[in-house]
């Protein structure tokens, strides 16, 4: 059973930074990809960036240029940093694990992102 931790979240202000941890716990294997999600109040959870084992990182285009994934996979840990915060960004982050020998995805429970104008 794999279990995934996010934390990191908070409140600050536009223009600021945070950075979001995810760590996974349990029998994971090598190959696999793990991403970042988002789900603002009303609306539908959307994805924001992802990395493979591998290394190989993409991006929604509303966060380009503005956030970095990351990971270390001997922490088996995936980061969000996130700079020019806005206030469209708020929501509720949650981290997800796809791995190749598994059907069916693991979830974080979410960390709060609170951006203020």
């Known amino acids: 059973q794999v279990q995934l931790v996010e934390s990191g979240g908070g409140l600050v202000q536009a223009g600021g930074s945070l950075r979001l941890s995810c760590v996974a716990s349990?029998?994971?294997?090598?190959?696999?990809?793990m991403g970042w999600y988002r789900q603002a109040p009303g609306k539908q959870r959307e994805w924001v960036a992802g990395?493979?084992?591998?290394?190989?990182?993409n991006y929604a285009d509303s966060v380009k240029d503005r956030f970095t994934i990351s990971r270390d996979n001997a922490k088996n840990t995936v980061y969000l940093q996130m700079n020019s915060l806005k206030p469209e960004d708020t929501a509720v982050y949650y981290c997800?694990?796809?791995?190749?020998?598994?059907?069916?995805?693991?979830w974080g429970q979410g960390t709060q992102v609170t951006v203020s104008s």
């Open positions: 997800k694990l796809t791995e190749a020998n598994k059907v069916g995805d693991s």
């Open positions: 349990g029998s994971i294997f090598s190959r696999n990809v």
């Open positions: 990395i493979t084992s591998g290394g190989s990182t």
